[in-house]
């Protein structure tokens, strides 16, 4: 019997003020030189990276999720290099200065403290974040996948679902209910044309003209199976 090893970190709580963004990380590299400013980083997250996204889901929460930690290196001026979770921290980041980073658009939520696994092996942190962004170790859901999902948290009550996806899942009940799910399946999973289909989505007359269908509040109501298939 193998004998157990201790994981090269601990568990953390950290204050924010002493989480610093990866300079060198891959994302700001071409863009900053060597030298970036932080506000500057924060910025290009949350305009290119979607870390306003995170905000959104954060100031929704109005907290931050344990087991989002974020993955961090001890400098020896006794802050941490944030290595892994960089969008997060933007977000946070940018919440605690709305003035700022949103120009007022979002309330300001201020965190004191992240949950981080601070590593104590630079060589295992490094093999890991390169295992993390080269290997699928976690396979991104497809956007029909996203939709079902969706449906599913609506009819839980969650009523605050994406349109579209709501609209995905619902045409492709009703391809399924007519014998054209497979059809509908592999255009827009193996043909990988799931945005086409969205772009007839708007304005809200493209779908009843050239497909065969239109949405009520979201449900598809086929009409015309000819122009579905």
Not at 17 to 28: A, H, Q, T
């Amino acid at each position: 019997m193998l004998n157990q090893k201790n994981p090269p970190y601990t568990f953390k709580e950290i204050e924010v003020d002493k989480l610093l963004l990866d300079k060198s990380n891959p994302r700001f590299v071409e863009m900053f030189g060597n030298d970036p400013a932080e506000d500057d980083l924060v910025m290009y997250m949350l305009k290119h990276e979607k870390a306003n996204e995170i905000a959104d889901s954060i100031l929704g929460l109005r907290y931050f999720h344990i087991d989002e930690a974020l993955w961090i290196s001890e400098t020896k001026e006794g802050k941490y290099i944030v290595r892994e979770g960089n969008r997060r921290l933007s977000a946070v980041k940018a919440l605690a200065a709305p003035e700022k980073f949103f120009d007022n658009k979002k309330n300001q939520l201020k965190l004191d403290k992240l949950p981080c696994l601070v590593y104590t092996d630079e060589n295992a942190l490094d093999e890991r974040i390169r295992k993390r962004h080269t290997e699928e170790v976690i396979k991104r859901w497809s956007r029909l996948a996203q939709a079902k999902y969706a449906k599913i948290m609506y009819d839980k009550g969650q009523t605050n679902q994406n349109a579209d996806l709501l609209k995905i899942a619902s045409i492709y009940s009703a391809a399924q209910n007519c014998g054209l799910g497979k059809k509908l399946y592999d255009f827009m999973e193996e043909a990988n044309k799931s945005a086409v289909l969205e772009r007839f989505f708007s304005p809200k007359c493209l779908t009843k003209k050239y497909c065969g269908f239109y949405f009520e509040k979201n449900e598809a109501q086929i009409f015309d199976e000819n122009a579905l298939k």
